[in-house]
Every structure is written in C-alpha cells, then in structure tokens.
C-alpha cells in the first residue's frame, strides 16, 4: 500500500522523504510516523540510496503533533489504525537506528517545525533551515516532554544550558538564532533550500559509501567516549575499513 502521509522519491543515489500533510502544515500522526519508519528502513539497505533528505511539503516542516490526534490520546482513545501515541516504532525506535544509520541524513527545514518537528531532526547528521524557518520545543506548554531521545541529544548539540532554556520558555526561534546556537548547521535563502541540501547529499554521496558510513560510526562513537576510547577505535575502524575497501576493489 503507498503512503498517504509521506513523499518519496530517488534520483542520482539521494532519497528524498517529504512529510505530506501540507494543509496542517505536516502535523505528526502516528500514521506519519509508521511511513517515515518504513521508508528509512527501505532504504538502509538499499545500494541505490547513498544520501537520505528529509522536508516538508508547503509552508511547513512538521507543526508538531496533530491536536487532535494528541487529545483523543491523552483521552485514552486511539486516533489511527496503527500503533497508540507513544508506542509507534518512530519514537520508540528509529531515532536509535537513524544515529546508527549507515548513511548521511540531511533534514531540510523548510518551514514551521515545532515539537516532534524538532525532536525529529535531531538525530539527523546535518540540519539546513530555510531562512523562514521557526523552530520550537513547545512540549512543556501541552503539558508533556521532548521525546525522540531529544534530552540526550539536545544538549549535545546546542549545550546543555541552551536546551534547558528552549525546553523550559518552550519558546519559538528563528532561523539565524537557530544556526548561531547550533541547532542547524546552515540557513539559506527558502528558493534555494533543496538544491542546497541536494548539492551536499551529492558531495558526500560521491564518496566511497563504506568510508563514510565507518566516518559516522566513528565521529558517534568518539563523541561519546574518551579520546583514548577513540582512537583505539579509529585504529580498529580504520582496519575493517580497508578490509572491506580492498574486498570491494
């Protein structure tokens, strides 16, 4: 069965996943989330992907939770046919396997993201927002957490008093402030977001896909130990490697 609630498409080794629930400005279901889910792990495995985008269609990135589909939760009953709020593999699962995904994932940034908009971005490697882009952590405000492992990875990106101070005020951030605390590597002009974010797929997608997915595990694993941890680890990582370079050559 297509999904409903998503945009796919691959031309030229990238993949693009485009969030499709323009008219509520791409709000999360847990229907949104099941498609997400699907397709990355579709594509993990797939020797035609070698970069993975991530956007929103229309005015929107993801305005957070669809409200409807929150209250009808909080309410104790469920809004979809698939899994409740908070059981879907998206939350529960795909932010541990995206930080362990073997290939580049860029979030382009198009517009609104607020809440699970936010959270949703973080495990991704790079984050490009468009000039016009908002973000904000608005949970506190609904009376609920950040989820998606964003207390672990929210502090690591922007420091840990910045994260509290964007939890807790769950305020709205433009584009500029966004970049200059860390949250997105780069903002551009909004008419050049994708082929910004396209031009950087295919210059790490040009790249042997096994050397740079050894670069990802590395980086992740050298971020979260010791440097002596790390570069015991290079020392190893660089040994596979080049076993599996001269295998493949």
Known sequence: MPPHHILTDVAAGIATLTLNRPEKLNAYTTEMGDEVTAALRAWRDDAAVRAVIITGAGRGFCAGVDLEHLRAHQAGQNASAGPRLGEEDFLKKLPLEMAEYPKPLIAAVN????????????????????????????????????????????????????????????????????????????????EKLMAEARELAALIAANPSAAVAAAKAAIHYGHAHSMADAMKNEERASAQLREKMERKG
Do not use: Y
């Not at 495990?123 to 998606?148: Q, Y």
């Open 111 to 190: 517009g609104v993201a607020i809440g699970v908009g936010v959270t949703m971005i973080l495990p991704c490697d790079i984050r490009i927002a468009a000039e016009t882009a908002k973000l904000g952590l608005a949970f506190v405000k609904l009376g609920i957490l950040p989820g998606l492992g964003s207390t672990h990875l929210l502090p690591r990106i922007v420091g840990r008093a910045k994260a509290l101070e964007l939890v807790m005020s769950a305020r709205t951030l433009g584009a500029t402030e966004a970049a200059e605390c860390g949250l997105v590597n780069k903002v551009v002009p909004a």
